[in-house]
Structure formats: C-alpha cells, structure tokens
C-alpha cells in the first residue's frame, strides 16, 4: 500500500513467533516493555491471550518493497470486551438493537494491561506515517468484514494522528506519580502539605510496625516458589472482584524468564510465610504496577506495597514516574494525580459512528471537568503550606 514514495504490504499474524522477535522489536523500541516481544509472547505461550479468553492474535505487519519489517502493532479479534478497560459495552448493544454484530472486533492493546504507551509501532528509521497505518488497519478491518477497530491506551501523537484520518478520540484518567527530582522519599513527603505528610507518615509506620519483612525481588531473585504464592494472590483478588483471571499460572513464569530484571516484584512476608505481592514491570522512564494481591488483613499493606515502595524503587532507580493502573481516586492523597490517557476508534457502520461520535463529544468534557475538579484535591504543597 502506497504512502507516497513506496509501497508497503499489510500481513496478518495469528501468532507473535511467526514474527522475528528482533525486528518487531526494532520497531516497538525499548521505553515500554508491554508492546515488547517478550511480554507479548509470554501471553500467548502461557495460553492467556488466545481464542479461549476471547483474544485471538491478529498482529498486523508493514514491510517493505525489500521484505523488511517497518512497522507492526499488536492487534486481537475480540469475541468481548472484557480485559480491555476501555468500556465500549454500550456501543456493542446499541449496534445489536439495530440489527447490526458488533462482534467480533480489531483490538490494537496490550491485552490486560491498562498502560499507556505506543501502539502503532514503527521503525524510526523507516519513517511511516501515522496515516499509513491508520489505513492498514482500516483495510484490514474491512477485508474481514468487521464492524470496527480500536487501538487503546495509545500516545498521545497517536490519538491525534488517528484523529486527524478519520478516527473518532476518546480520552480517559489514570493517575500517576510524578518524580519532581527527589532524591529520596522523604524528598517526596517534603513537597506534601503538613496534613497530607503526617497521615503518609502514619500510614507508612503502621504498615511497617505490623512484624512484616518486605522484599522488591527482580530477576533471577524471583523464583518458581515467588510465582507460585503471587499467583494465589492473583487468584484470591480476582475472586474477590468477580472478574475472570485471563492470566495463567504460566504467564507469571515466561514473564520472570523473558523479562528478566524488567520485572520488580514487590513481595511481604509474615514469619517466612508470603502474605503479599505487587507485580511491576520497568521501563525506561516508568515503573508500571501492574497486579497485586494479598492474604490476610494487614493495615495500610496495599497502600505501602502497591505506591509507597513503588515510589522508592523509582526514586532510587532515576525514573521520572510511577504508574499505578486504573482507577483509584484513593491514589490522589498519595501523590498520584490525574492524567489522561487515549484511545481512537474506527467504526464501519455510518449509523454506530455519528452516534458514538456524539457521546465521545459529550464525554470528552465532563472528563476535563473531573480532572479539574479532582486535581484541587492535590496533596502537594501550596503557598504558605507547612
């Protein structure tokens, strides 16, 4: 397909390995271990990311006249909307009562990963448009006679280049921490106000005086045993939140193995016991958490696992921010602030797409608003705070 000095060809995947691992790399880059090879992989191999849970991989590939990789992105045939965490279930019934199928769908993520980063994954040498893959993935949507394609958690370069050809934006929130140069993470507790730093302080005293040892294990330190406990911790949360545990036992291993020090796993233990664990992932400006999950009643343990170590392993380590996954207006009082994330759509039917296009023109404000509103609750030092 032509972008104005060559002609590229769009190819389907419907496996990872059937792509060199080093040229999609080549094009993912290094900043966001999610679109990597090796993440990406490890679900497939582990069996999570297949037909059965409703993720069938249909990565698309851009090579040149010359048979070399110039861009990919990792894209799935969705049969749901479930593990996506960008809510379309609305769009999908709204097509169903117009007699139209919204299923199955082109999904551009990193399935189960609510982390932003690039999506449209290209080579930086090879200079390909944003527009160029817009159309790949148009075309390929409708040579499978789709209703759509959706490409979530992207940049935001991205979200305005798919704007640009065609593509209907949606935006949402995510709250982050933000590195402001600490040295430390009583640095950090400086920059809170008087009120906020005492009840951080507290928080983090009790969770500590509470007879657990805390561990950050990366690398090789992880071991089957570390999996194992986490992997119950993972099972115990999803139970808990009546979700569906996509991720299999596995997964946890071809992660540790492929990933290697990429992963941080924030794990306690009471008396030699695992109580609980927080699984992250580095890149290299972020960590990123991922998932937690405990046994027992423990004060303050998600709090200290889950943000405060977070941040003193990033502190520690150079890295400009800590992202803590969905959702969580909690997070605010501990120095996570509201940020948006992105998403663009491409949707076939004339009728679904005004429609969307019209709640997405509601929607997008009352998002603004919202982080308006809820960065007034920053914890962060005003003029004449203590």
Known sequence: MPDGSA??????????????????????????????????????????????????????????EDGHLVAVAPMYAKSHSYGEYVFDHGWANALDRAGGSYYPKLQVAAPFSPVPGPRLLRRPDARVPISVVSDALQQACRSHDLSSVHVTFCTEEEWQGLGEAGWLQRIGMQFHWENRGYSSFDDFLADLSSRKRKVLRRERRDANAAGLTFHALSGADITEAHWDAFYRFYQSTVDRKWGSAYLTRRFFSLLGERLGPRVVLMYAENSGKPVAGALNLVGTEALYGRNWGCRGDWPFLHFELCYYRAIDWAVVHGLRRVEAGAQGRHKIQRGYMPHPTYSAHWIAHSGLRRAVANFLQEERPAIQAEMAELATESPFRKDGDG
Request: hydrophobic fraction near 50%.
């Open 7 to 64: 002609t590229l060809t769009l190819t389907l995947h419907a496996a990872i390995a059937e792509i060199d691992a080093d040229a999609w790399d080549a094009c993912a880059g290094h900043d966001n271990p999610f679109v990597s090879h090796a993440f990406l992989s490890a679900l497939e191999d582990s069996g999570s990311a297949n037909a059965r849970t409703g993720w069938l991989p249909q990565h698309a590939a851009l090579r040149a």
